[in-house]
């Protein structure tokens, strides 16, 4: 009995340290993302990010406002900034700049993909896009989608924003690891949204899709307990066809900030 009890001890141990060790392949496979390179507006610049482990890109598409809000946007866990255009578009005609910032070691970027990094890439990127002269850095959005919830928060617990939009994103990475026998202290990243929202206490417009398969809709409604800045929609789609339609959304997501923004107006009177 006392050999299989040793046995068993260390046969966890050695799953733990394995997964200890490879754990930022799982959470950020960019090993298995192709780069294509996709139909860019013709006003993208494309933008080098610099950081102490290398340089990250990113892609800014101006609305041609001269000064304008901005949206930051952290894709998910197996996207690519250059397949976010055409998604974006509709936004430009409301009047917003947007900006895809690249995940280290993502694409052509240097680095590894790590909580660390990530903030570190996009703190910088914030950073650069605000000296811009036709940005308002007074009205400055982030976006994340799915694991880029996490990532955007990181930038909310940093530098100011006006509010957050997260699409299907999770109340953190812990959930999913522990049904996998791993304790949250082997994680390096978890990328923790439900703690992040107590630290920046922003605005948040989630909306998350009632077939999520991958990030169950119960996310979304923890979230949306933790904090009355939640603002909870649901629509009909899964994990990757949520939102149905992005004009749509783009839509709901402007009122969104524009009601943020006539509050803090209204407190500031």
């Known amino acids: 009995m006392q050999f299989i009890i040793i046995a068993a001890l260390l046969a966890m141990l050695t799953y733990w340290a394995v997964f200890y060790c490879y754990q930022g392949r799982l959470l950020f496979p960019a090993h298995k993302l192709t780069r294509v390179t996709h139909n860019w507006p013709a006003t993208t610049e494309v933008l080098r990010i610099e950081n102490h482990f290398g340089i990250t890109e990113a892609h800014f598409v101006s609305c041609q406002k001269a000064s304008a809000p901005l949206v ?41 993909p790590s909580e660390t990094n990530l903030e570190t890439t996009f703190v910088n990127a914030y950073d650069q896009l605000v000296a811009r002269a036709d940005v308002d850095e007074s009205q400055v959005i982030g976006l994340g989608r799915s694991l880029g919830g996490g990532v955007i928060s990181l930038l909310a617990c940093q530098r100011p ?24 202290f082997l994680l390096q990243s978890p990328l923790d949204n439900c703690a992040r929202l107590a630290q920046h206490q922003l605005p948040v417009l989630l909306l998350h899709g009632r077939n999520d398969t991958v990030i169950a809709l119960s996310h979304a409604q923890k979230l949306a307990a933790a904090s009355r800045q939640v603002c909870l929609h649901v629509d009909d789609g899964d994990h990757d066809t949520t939102p149905l339609d992005w004009a749509e959304y783009w839509q709901m997501a402007v009122k969104f900030h524009q009601k943020v923004l006539s509050k803090s107006l209204a407190s500031v009177s």
């Open 161 to 184: 924003l006006n509010c957050l939009w997260w699409l299907s994103t999770f109340t953190s990475v812990k959930p999913f690891f522990r049904r996998k026998g791993i304790p949250d």
């Open 72 to 112: 930051i946007v952290a894709h998910g866990q197996l996207g690519l900034i250059d397949t976010w255009h055409e998604r974006m578009q509709p936004l430009l005609a409301l009047g917003y700049h947007y900006c895809l910032v690249e995940f280290p070691g993502y694409g052509d970027s240097a680095g590894v």
